[in-house]
């Protein structure tokens, strides 16, 4: 018996493009719990930055980045100073930078950066290579706290000089939860729109959408830039 016989062009041609829309992506909230060791994302965060710096020129070291009064060197000597220090060494650092500083907290935070920043570049990129790897070996304080400062601070320069740098999705959500429980502007923010992270897939706030990137969202919680829409 002869097989029904099918006309070739009613079958559909698999080189053909496909007219259908693109499922909208998936938004997720970042998870609740901030606390415990976030020891390998501030790693990874370092160590990604690193990689970014090395390819920096000295113009670029030497340029602003979006920490106000900041040059690149300047966000990187903090880093080196703020993650790679004890806690001891932080409240010596502290007490002394603040005498000198006229008892200002950020004038003695401003000292110190700008001394870690004179050190040679390549100095400056091992160490916070050297600063990611005692990390992960549970090395000093690994909590939000420090996560905050990698990963807002590696935006800092990578937003200013206008380079990619991709974070994990949990280190920027994250980072960014933990900005909204600070109060203030950004839980203002929050309120009225809804941050959605393109490139993270996380979304935090309530009302209508409003897309970026994680860097630039985090910009705009911390004070660093504003997001259209």
């Avoid at 006309?7 to 829309?21: F, S, T």
């Avoid at 690193?50 to 602003?64: F, N, S, V």
């Avoid at 690149?72 to 790679?84: A, Q």
Wanted: glycine content about 12%; hydrophobic content about 45%.
């Amino acid at each position: 018996m002869i097989g029904a016989v099918t006309d070739p062009i009613d079958q559909p041609d698999p080189a053909a493009p496909d007219d259908r829309p693109a499922p909208a992506p998936a938004y997720s909230r970042p998870p609740n719990r901030l606390g415990g060791d976030w020891s390998a994302h501030i790693a990874t965060a370092l160590d990604r930055l690193a990689q970014l710096l090395e390819g920096l020129d000295e113009a670029q070291w030497e340029a602003p980045s979006r920490c106000e009064g900041w040059r690149v060197r300047d966000v990187v000597g903090h880093l080196v100073h703020r993650l790679g220090a004890s806690t001891g060494e932080l409240v010596r650092a502290g007490l002394v930078g603040g005498v000198l500083a006229g008892f200002s907290a950020d004038r003695a935070l401003d000292r110190i950066a700008r001394a870690e920043a004179e050190a040679p570049t390549a100095e400056l990129v091992a160490a916070l290579r050297t600063i990611g790897a005692g990390k992960l070996r549970g090395e000093g304080r690994t909590g939000v706290v420090e996560l905050t400062e990698a990963v807002v601070h590696a935006y800092d320069i990578a937003e200013a000089l206008g380079a990619e740098l991709r974070l994990s999705p949990r280190s920027t959500g994250a980072v960014a939860l933990a900005r909204l429980r600070t109060g203030g502007r950004a839980t203002r923010i929050a309120r009225e729109r809804s941050l959605r992270a393109t490139d993270a897939h996380w979304v935090i706030g309530h009302g209508p959408a409003l897309d970026a990137t994680a860097g630039e969202i985090l910009m705009h919680l911390f004070g660093r830039g504003s997001l259209d829409g």
